[in-house]
């Protein structure tokens, strides 16, 4: 379970974007994006949100973006979303390491 102050990242479809915020569309879940970077959103349908989780428990919750990649026009959620649980299933070591992960984002930027 998550909570408010974690750092998460989330990959889904935007499907609105408001002065302030957007809204992210994930295994048929929305999250509320605080902050967006729209400037990255311009030519995509699809990107993946680096941040802080603010509010894990409201309806819709929300991430406050720190970074954002774009995925293009065309990504197909569903696949992903196998390469996710697969990742943390019995071929997890197939996968990259947290500790490498958190080692690579920290060097980004």
Known sequence: ???????VRVVG???KIEEGE????SDNKQVKILKPNVANYSN???????????????????IEEEKSISFGEKFNLGHFNKMVELSKGPFNSLFVSSSVESNAMETEG
């Open 1 to 7: 379970s998550q909570s408010a102050g974690d750092r």
């Open 13 to 15: 479809k935007i499907v």
């Open 44 to 62: 995509t349908r699809f990107v993946e949100i680096f941040g802080e989780l603010k509010d894990p428990t409201a309806e819709i919750p929300s």
């Open 22 to 25: 957007a809204i992210l569309e």
